[in-house]
């Protein structure tokens, strides 16, 4: 076969690949088919009588099952109400789940504890907890900050947050893990794919890993 007949064969090939890469379902594992210990919260702040972790991971699964459209926009009031949204939304959205309005937690640590956040030149509880740099730094006062490492996958639980790059993408742990253990995460990750749990660990460099601890100080 001639090389002019190979070359657009090999192309095809390779968007069908890519094609497949993102949207078919990907195999995963649970902790237990891999032999890891699943953890669960001592707290259940809804009451609801799953623990904190647990209703985090349900809410982030739930939000993203709502097919969000990834686009960036300021709302009055805060929370989009168009379908529309971004990784922090995500996030929100999960800790509502649990009982825990983030907004508001992250609105009174801002205001309680300015000299926290010096890169907010304004406070705007509009849009303060749905920007990642807040996010990190709220996490790493008020929750438990983790390895980065995924030498053991055991330290990575469902509920878990992660935080990418330079402070630019977050994303929740998902309890499916791929055939290593680690965790699939659960995120709005861009306009092509919108909202997707997926094994997309090592997408980006980790910058940060917290699991929340049920209270602020």
Same mark, same amino acid.
Request: hydrophobic share 40%.
């Given at each position: %076969?001639?090389?002019?007949?190979?070359?657009?064969?090999?192309?095809? #090939?390779a968007?069908?690949?890519?094609?497949? #890469?993102?949207f078919?379902?990907q195999?995963?594992? =649970?902790?237990?088919?891999? /032999?890891?210990? !699943?953890?669960q919260?001592?707290?259940d702040?809804?009451?609801?009588?799953?623990?904190?972790?647990?209703?985090?991971?349900?809410?982030?699964?739930?939000?993203i099952?709502?097919?969000?459209?990834?686009?960036?926009?300021?709302? #009055?009031g805060?929370?989009?109400?168009?379908?529309? +949204?971004?990784?922090?939304?995500?996030?929100? !959205?999960?800790?509502?789940?649990a +009982?825990?309005?983030?907004?508001?937690?992250?609105?009174?640590?801002?205001?309680?504890?300015?000299?926290?956040?010096?890169?907010?030149?304004?406070q705007?509880?509009?849009?303060?907890?749905?920007?990642?740099?807040?996010?990190? =730094?709220?996490?790493?006062?008020?929750? $438990?900050?983790?390895?980065?490492?995924?030498? *053991?996958?055991?330290?990575? $639980?469902? +509920?878990?947050?992660?935080?990418? +790059?330079?402070?630019?993408?977050?994303?929740?742990?998902?309890?499916?893990?791929?055939?290593? /253990?680690?965790?699939?995460?659960?995120?709005?990750?861009?306009p092509?794919?919108?909202?997707?749990?997926?094994? !997309? %660990?090592?997408? %980006?460099?980790?910058?940060?890993?917290?699991?929340?601890?049920?209270?602020? *100080?």
């Open positions: %076969m001639k090389l002019r007949k190979i070359i657009p064969l090999l192309l095809l #090939a968007l069908l690949w890519a094609a497949a #890469a993102l078919l379902p195999r995963y594992y =649970t902790a237990a088919e891999l /032999g890891i210990t !699943q953890l919260s001592p707290h702040a809804d009451g609801d009588g799953l623990d904190d972790w647990t209703d985090i991971l349900l809410g982030a699964r739930a939000y099952e709502t097919d969000p459209h990834y686009k960036s926009k300021y709302y #009055a805060g929370y989009p109400d168009d379908g529309l +949204g971004v990784c922090t939304d995500v996030i929100w !959205q999960a800790f509502r789940a +009982g825990y309005e983030l907004k508001d937690l992250v609105d009174d640590d801002i205001t309680n504890h300015r000299d926290a956040y010096p890169f907010i030149e304004y705007d509880g509009n849009i303060d907890f749905r920007r990642v740099n807040t996010l990190d =730094t709220f996490f790493r006062r008020h929750a $438990q900050e983790l390895t980065t490492s995924f030498e *053991n996958p055991e330290d990575w $639980q469902p +509920g878990d947050i992660v935080i990418f +790059g330079v402070r630019d993408h977050i994303a929740i742990c998902s309890d499916r893990r791929n055939r290593d /253990g680690i965790p699939f995460i659960i995120h709005h990750g861009n092509i794919e919108d909202a997707v749990e997926k094994d !997309q %660990m090592d997408r %980006m460099e980790v910058h940060a890993h917290f699991r929340w601890v049920g209270a602020t *100080n």
